[in-house]
């Protein structure tokens, strides 16, 4: 991670000197499901999916030149997560559809190209940061909350109106991991932090939006 924000710092620098602009983004958009799965052994694992939904936010993005932008981005999520589990402390499997609200604050790096004088600017990006997650038990009224290291990609388009206002369209990929370091853990008493084995959930999406240009 630190070399990657070193790097970001490194190109700003480098962009400084060339044309500068400011975008403001707001995104909405469709996150399909996907499913994850944990196995301790077999007397201690989860299983369960992360049901699609609306998936909202915006980005503030600092072009240092027309081709490369670097943004921070804020993306909120609230959906149910289907759970198949079984613990030490149970005799069976047991299933609870549980509430989850998924927060990415992601900073990325964006590479536009488009052909002169056009209206339409493509551009594809790659981001990292971390993923606040809260999950509510319905059953019981637990909750349990775990911040993860997450990373993403995205493919898309602007539209230009004019030369400060746009509608975006895009495809996006986000992926959490969770490692040995902890990860969300189901037992009878509610969904609690602890440590676990590797798993890994990815987030595809289809939306747009539309950005304002500051310049």
Known sequence: MKKFFYL??????????????????FY??????DSFDSYYDYQAYYEGKIKGG????????????????????????DTN???WYQTYNTIREQYTNFDLGINYLMLGANRY??????????????????????????????????TKFSW??????????????????QAQLLSVVQGAGGGFYFDGYGPQATVVT??????????????????
Do not use: C, H
């Open 54 to 77: 609306f998936q909202w936010g915006g980005g503030l993005e600092y072009k240092p030149s027309p081709y490369m932008g670097f943004e921070f981005t804020y993306l909120r999520q």
């Open 152 to 169: 993403g990609a995205k493919l898309g388009g602007i539209f230009w109106m004019n030369d400060y206002f746009g509608i975006r369209m």
């Open 8 to 25: 970001l710092v490194l190109f700003l620098g480098i962009g400084s000197a060339q044309a500068q602009d400011i975008y403001v983004n």
């Open 81 to 83: 997560s289907p759970t």
């Open 113 to 146: 190209f488009s052909r002169p004088s056009s209206q339409f600017q493509g551009y594809g990006g790659l981001m990292a940061g971390m993923v606040i997650a809260n999950l509510d038990n319905p059953d019981n009224g637990r909750s349990s909350d775990a």
């Open 198 to 215: 590797y798993s890994t959930f990815y987030q595809f999406s289809l939306g747009g939006g539309v950005v304002f240009s500051l310049n």
């Open 28 to 33: 909405g958009s469709y996150a399909f499901d």
